[in-house]
Structure formats: structure tokens, C-alpha cells
């Protein structure tokens, strides 16, 4: 089948009202990612040739979206929002070049998946000429209804032009139709307005299709390939789905979570087989962990590298450029940023670790703040190997602290530290034996002297 030429269009130009937002509908995210980027990944990894997306709000966000994520793509402005059948019409020029599949998929279905491309593919291989993926739901409302006989395709009716009986068909339009690529132009051509809502409904290319003789078929496929998206409840649904199917994926790649419904993840999270993953962590974008590192439970990452059997968490943070070497702990209430803590390291409790290069085993105290910022600049902060840095102690950047050093607890440190040195930075503690009782009798004659006042 991969012999067959293919072009996918990809319709993205639609106003979204529903949305009720300023951003155009298809660059809305799931899991992170723009809408319009799921379906052009889904057509790309389907196998398709080519891909034409038809714009129109926001034109240039989009195109660029596309571009910048490393979609080669044709691009086709459709100028006046008349339907879908005249979006399609929009890629014409494309479709022309001459493809032996055609398929026409739309930008607010997220959850498409590249098998079910590939199936409606299989179909036109068998001699299909027009093929419809639906699917089947308790709430078709606001769905095209799929209109059969006898395992025959006869039309596809939209909500507005359904009769109360074809209103209560739930096998419904899911999107996406796959076309021959030798008719589609003529099809195009009768498609026209004259319904209910005065557009041009690519759905009607069922009807034409059949009045020209040529096979008409239904594939169906699971509702979530073909959600549309068309308001913020809908996308929130999307989005559940979105992260139920990628839970169920690291799981099945070896990945332990106790409670998989409370963990979020971006679309490009990584996490390799015998890590855990405990309750209530959510994953921004970029974030590797690799086997057998265990994120503690409502730990926040992003942009962040976890080694093999590092443990993060409960209750860290770790925020673009962490990289927390094998067997390295950051524990709770700890902050990293754009630091390497090498193997071994621990950094366990309510310590800002931001600019920073950890050695291998240093242990980093309670209360550890890199004083890494000065209103203007970023400082480093460099702590050898083996180093020992007191708890509640300022590091304040640029400063080294050698291999093996020790940083007194509670010390500001603004000089380097020497391998093996110890540093106090701090005041010299003196001890005035009896002097509390003399106090207490202090205080207590102002209270009295108070009282009576
Ligand atoms: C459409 C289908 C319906 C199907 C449903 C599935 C038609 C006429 N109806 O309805 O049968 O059940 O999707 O989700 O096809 N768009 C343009 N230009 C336009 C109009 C739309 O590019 O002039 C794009 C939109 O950006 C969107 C897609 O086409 O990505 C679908 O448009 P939408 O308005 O959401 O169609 P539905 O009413 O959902
Ligand atoms: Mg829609």
C-alpha cells in the first residue's frame, strides 16, 4: 500500500467561534501540543507524501506553528469561511499535482491516530473511491449522522438538514474522508451551498459520489480518533483522553504509577521502564527519566533530565536545564535550575539550586540558597566533588567551592573555597553563662511595671 501516493489536506482554517478565544482553535493545545501539529504527526507517521493545509484565521500563526515544528507543507488560504467542501476547494492546486489517495482531515481532532489513517487508506486500496471513518456515540448532537443501507454509504447529513428520525442515528462523521485522488476534483465541483446554513459541506461528496456510481464506504473507528473539538469542554475531553492514552502507554512500557489518573504528562515526556512515577506529578515539556528513577509524588518538571535511578521528590521542582545525574536525590521543597548535579549528589531539603554545577557526591545542606542573580546577570555557582555544604547557607555567585570542602553551616559564602578547606562565613557564637536567668527576672519587672501603669 505504501506505493500509493498520498496527499493529506488539512483543514485549519475555521473561525472557532465556540472557543471563545482570541487564538485560532487549532493551535489550542492538548498535552502541550498545538491540535494542528497532532493531525499533521498522525498523517505523518500514517505514511502520507505530501501534506496541504487550508488557513484563514490567523494564517501566519499557524503556518509558522507548522513550519517550526519541521512540517514541510503547501499552504492555501482560504479567504472567506464557506464551509469545508470549500476549504478543500482552497487546496485545489494541490490536489491537482495528482495523488492516488486524497484525504481530507481536520485540525480540531487531536486524538486521530496514524492507524486509523492507514485503514481508511487500506479501504481505497481495495477499490473504494470515496471512504468516511465514523464512528458511534450516545451523543451524536452536532455530528454529520452516516446514512446507510444494506452496509451501503448513502449520505452524510448534517445536524442542521437531519430529520428528527436521521437525528437519532448515533454512527456519526468522524472527519476524516479518503478519496481516490482521479475523482475528487470532480466531486469538488458540484459541491454547493444550497442547505440549511448556506455552506459548502464537503460531507455532501457522499451523495455526488453515489449519483456517479462510484463505491461509497463507511469505516468505523473509536469515538476518540474522532473527536472534534470545537469548544473548551471538548478540548478539556480531549485532553483527558489524550493523558488516559499515554498513561496506558507508559505502563505498558514498564513504567510503575499507583495512581496513573492523577499524573500529567506533556506530549513529549519520556520516562524509561522501571521508573515510578507516584501521585499528583505533573510533566511540562522536555522532561527525560530515565529506568529505575523514582519522581516522589507532586513533583513539577520541565525541561529537565532525570538519571537512572535518581529519586526526585515529594514536593520538588525541578525547571529548564536540571540534570540530575544517576542516583542523585533532590528531595522536598527543592528548587533546581539550569544546574547539573552530578552522580550521587544530594541536594534533600528546601535548597535553590539555580546556575550550578554539582560534583559527584557533595551533599548540599537544608536551607542551601545559590545567590545566583543580581538584578542584571546570572552567576555560577560551581561545588566540587565530595563537598559538604552546611545547612542554611548563601552561595553567592560567581564562587567555587572545592573538592571536597566543607561550607560551615548558616556561612554567606562570597570567596572560593579551597579542595579540602573549611569555610565559616559567619559570626563567631559566644555563650554568657547565667545571663538568662538575669533576663527573665528583667522582663518579668517591665510586665509587672506595665500592669500596674
Ligand atoms: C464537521 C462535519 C461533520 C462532522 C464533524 C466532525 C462538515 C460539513 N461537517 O462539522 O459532518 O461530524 O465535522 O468533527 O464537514 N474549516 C475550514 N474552513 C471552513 C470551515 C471549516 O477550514 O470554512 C475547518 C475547521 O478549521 C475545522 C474543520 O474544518 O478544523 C471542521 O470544521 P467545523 O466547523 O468544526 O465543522 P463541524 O461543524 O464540527
Ligand atoms: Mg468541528
Known amino acids: 500500500m505504501t506505493e500509493r501516493s498520498c496527499l493529506t489536506i488539512i483543514l485549519a482554517a475555521g473561525e472557532g467561534t465556540r472557543m471563545k478565544s482570541d487564538l485560532v482553535k487549532v493551535l489550542h493545545p492538548v498535552a502541550g ?15 502520507t507524501s505530501e501534506i496541504a493545509v487550508v488557513i484563514g484565521r490567523q494564517a501566519e500563526a499557524v503556518e509558522r506553528t507548522l513550519t517550526d515544528a519541521g512540517i514541510a507543507a503547501t499552504f492555501h488560504e482560504q479567504t472567506e469561511r464557506l464551509g469545508t467542501g470549500h476549504a478543500v476547494k482552497a487546496a485545489r492546486s494541490a490536489i491537482e499535482t495528482g495523488f492516488d489517495d486524497v484525504l481530507v482531515v481536520f485540525g480540531d481532532t487531536p486524538l486521530l491516530t496514524p492507524e486509523t489513517i492507514i485503514g481508511a487508506r487500506a479501504e481505497l486500496a ?20 452516516l446514512l446507510e443501507n444494506g452496509g451501503k454509504l448513502l449520505a452524510i447529513r448534517e445536524e442542521k438538514e437531519a430529520t428528527d428520525a436521521e437525528k437519532k442515528i448515533n454512527f456519526c462523521n468522524g472527519g476524516l474522508m479518503a478519496f481516490s485522488g482521479a475523482i475528487l476534483t470532480q466531486l469538488l465541483d458540484e459541491i454547493t451551498n444550497d442547505n440549511a446554513k448556506g455552506e459548502y459541506y464537503m460531507t455532501d461528496a457522499v451523495e455526488i459520489a453515489n449519483g456517479k456510481g462510484l463505491t461509497v464506504s463507511a469505516i468505523e ?14 478540548l478539556a475531553e480531549a485532553e483527558a483522553i489524550w493523558q488516559q492514552r499515554k498513561r496506558n502507554e507508559c505502563l505498558a512500557a514498564g513504567v510503575t504509577m499507583q495512581a496513573p489518573e492523577t499524573v500529567w504528562f506533556y506530549h513529549d515526556t519520556e520516562v524509561g521502564s522501571d521508573a515510578v512515577v ?3 506529578c505533573v510533566f511540562s515539556k522536555g522532561v527525560r527519566v530515565a529506568s529505575g528513577a523514582r519522581i516522589r509524588a507532586f513533583s513539577h518538571l520541565e525541561e529537565a533530565e532525570v538519571g537512572e535511578d535518581a529519586e526526585i521528590g515529594p514536593y520538588a521542582r525541578l525547571r529548564p536545564g536540571a540534570k540530575i545525574g544517576k542516583t542523585a536525590k533532590v528531595g522536598n521543597f527543592c528548587e533546581i535550575k539550569k544546574a547539573k548535579v552530578a552522580k550521587g549528589a544530594k541536594v534533600n531539603h528546601l535548597t535553590y539550586v539555580g546556575d550550578a554545577i554539582i560534583g559527584e557526591g ?26 559538604f555544604i552546611g545547612s542554611n547557607s548563601s552561595l553567592v555567585a560567581p564562587v567555587n567551592i572545592g573538592d571536597g570542602a566543607y561550607v560551615a553551616s548558616g556561612s554567606v559564602v562570597t570567596d572560593d573555597v579551597a579542595d579540602d578547606a573549611v569555610a565559616f562565613g559567619r559570626a563567631r557564637q559566644t555563650n554568657k553563662d547565667g545571663k538568662a536567668a538575669e533576663l527573665r527576672k528583667r522582663f518579668a519587672e517591665i510586665k509587672a511595671a506595665k500592669s500596674k501603669g
Open 221 to 234: 473507528a473509536p469515538f476518540e480518533d474522532a473527536l472534534g473539538v470545537n469548544s473548551r469542554i471538548e
Open 33 to 47: 501540543l498545538p491540535m494542528v501539529l497532532h493531525v499533521a504527526n498522525a498523517a505523518k507517521e500514517a505514511g
Open 126 to 145: 481495495k477499490g473504494s473511491d470515496v471512504v468516511v471513518v465514523g464512528f458511534r456515540t450516545s451523543d451524536p448532537t452536532g455530528y454529520g449522522r
Open 278 to 280: 507516584e501521585p499528583h
Open 362 to 387: 557533595a551533599n548540599i545542606g537544608a536551607g542551601t540558597i545559590t545567590c545566583n542573580y543580581d538584578g542584571f546577570n546570572k552567576h555560577l555557582t560551581q561545588i566540587g566533588a565530595g563537598a
